[in-house]
């Protein structure tokens, strides 16, 4: 049997003499209950919004793309599919080329970067799922189709079920001179659109996907690409993958994930993640400071218990280990409190929707994504701070009374 766990679950469900002692009590598991709550909630809805943009980025960029490590475009021949395709891993490639031209639609017109791209590029990318009208294709039977951004076709006020006549394009002439006249300097041809995308504000109003063959064409940049796109199976790890890439092809080239392609942004999540982590600690630490006030009076308020238990052969370690074990009672039952409400809200958030986005955002209700990591961090932080504040008053009054146990 196990008598100071026994005494100290005495001391924190009974009554105590001093009401005072029962509100800083209770005060102290609100504080750990709430801080634990507001680490469960804030790091779930980080985590959330990590998967949410990972998810946007995925519907657009490759697992892993490859590119010149200098310079703009290159020869397909110069890196052959055949040489990446054998690589284990890879399931889909596509050759892709990126550059600035006009679109124009009756007398409205607008910059965009034109993606170039084969229908592989359309199976491994999330594209489908972020078409806010008409079909996704780029080619069908031989003929052409371009896939406007959301607001490439507002600039242009292209309206699906109202196009009857298709879309201009035009791309600087590589071998155009000084002085040449405007409608000479341009390559210019025509493309039907087939649907509009809707992922967020950087690619909407930035991208229009097209057949390679089609753009190639139109930038004078036949059998010439910008990069490799790359997408694996889902059972494989991309860096892994990458990495055996990088050991097969020519230096000159450069190999990156979608990560690395948008490492600024997921660094500062994290970055932004855990500096709220730590704020929330802090806080947390000095809500269970309360506990040094509650075991304080508390352990005044037994002394005539402790020389009684002293007495009766209790030793001071003992009485250091029931007080520990009152003080943990606190800081887990009130923390575990906060977990499991934290836990709620964050359950009732993602499948109900307590609070709401913008309306017309990239997603109706704020995101959120528990991990059980985090659960277990939040979980080893309150054991933690818990036995700090109840080791402190504990050693300190205890070793100060002689009459207090034997050592």
């Known amino acids: 049997m196990n008598l100071p766990f026994l005494i100290a679950r005495r001391y924190f ?54 590119e010149l490590r200098e310079g703009k475009t290159f020869y397909i021949d110069s890196l052959p599919e055949s040489t990446i395709r054998v690589i284990e891993g890879i399931k889909y490639l596509s050759p892709s080329i990126e550059e600035t031209i006009l679109l124009k639609y009756k007398e409205a017109q607008f910059f965009v970067t034109a993606k170039g791209v084969t229908d592989e590029f359309l199976d491994m990318s999330g594209l489908d799922s972020m078409i806010y009208d008409g079909t996704l294709k780029i080619q069908e ?17 292209v309206f699906l079920n109202h196009v009857f006549e298709p879309i201009k394009t035009y791309a600087a002439k590589r071998d155009a001179k000084v002085g040449t006249q405007i409608h000479e ?61 990088r050991s097969k092809i020519p230096s000159n080239f450069i190999v990156k994930t979608r990560y690395q392609l948008n490492e600024l942004l997921y660094k500062t999540n994290q970055t932004e993640k855990w500096i709220t982590f730590f704020i929330l600690t802090f806080i947390l630490g000095i809500a269970s400071f309360n506990m040094l006030g509650s075991l304080t009076v508390l352990i005044l308020e037994k002394k005539k218990d402790l020389y009684t238990l002293s007495a009766m052969g209790f030793t001071r370690a003992q009485m250091k280990k029931t007080f520990l074990i009152e003080g943990l009672l606190i800081s887990i039952i009130g923390g575990g409190g906060g977990i499991l409400v934290g836990l709620a809200l964050c359950f009732f958030q993602r499948n109900v929707g307590l609070l709401k986005l913008q309306e017309g955002g990239i997603s109706p209700y704020y995101p959120i994504e528990i991990q059980v990591s985090d659960i277990l961090s939040v979980v080893l932080l309150v054991v933690i701070i818990g036995f700090v504040c109840s080791w402190l008053p504990t050693r300190w009054l205890l070793n100060r009374d002689d009459k207090i146990g034997r050592n």
């Open 13 to 66: 469900f009974a009554k105590k003499s001093h009401n005072i002692i029962n509100v800083i009590t209770g005060i102290s598991m609100l504080g750990v209950g709430i801080g634990a709550m507001a680490l469960v909630v804030v790091l779930s809805a980080f985590n959330g919004l990590e998967r949410l943009v990972g998810g946007m980025y995925s519907s657009f960029q490759p697992d892993i793309r490859i």
């Open 141 to 157: 039977d031989g003929v052409s189709f371009i896939v406007l951004g959301y607001g490439v076709a507002d600039q242009l006020n």
């Open 185 to 245: 300097a341009f390559n210019t041809d025509v493309i039907f659109p087939s649907a509009i995308f809707s992922i967020n504000p950087e690619f909407d109003y930035q991208y229009a996907v097209m057949p390679y063959e089609y753009t190639s064409k139109l930038l004078q940049q036949k059998n010439r690409v910008s990069s490799y796109e790359i997408g694996v199976d889902e059972e494989v790890d991309a860096e892994t993958t990458a990495e055996l890439i």
